[in-house]
């Protein structure tokens, strides 16, 4: 009778620590998952900063090429204003110009 009991036990004790052991496994692969699935949240939430940084950084390229353009045209202006007068003053013999400029 101790003989069974014995056993008994004895099987009772290894189930029950397999079980156990088992058991803490499921609940480091749940942990586990757990950390995965913050971390991914954690990247999808760095990567849509990352797009909406993005998004600015065009829209400033784009607002700073535009006032580039304007910057040369601005410039070509100037420079075709500045051979109108040379061209002006090249013509006109120099006592009218000075007497156009009082």
């Given amino acids: 009778m101790k003989n069974i009991f014995l056993r008994f036990l004895l099987f009772i004790a290894t189930t029950s620590m397999t079980f156990g052991s088992f058991a803490n496994e499921g609940l480091n692969v749940d942990?586990?998952?757990l950390k995965i699935n913050k971390e991914v949240k954690s990247l999808n939430n760095e990567i849509l900063s990352l797009k909406d940084e993005i998004e600015v950084l065009r829209e400033n390229q784009r607002l700073n090429s535009e006032k580039i353009a304007e910057l040369l045209q601005m410039i070509?202006?100037?420079?075709?204003?500045?051979r109108t007068i040379n061209q002006i003053s090249r013509s006109k013999p120099k006592h009218s110009v000075v007497s156009t400029i009082q």
């Fill in 31 to 33: 942990l586990a998952i």
């Fill in 76 to 82: 070509e202006l100037s420079q075709i204003k500045q």
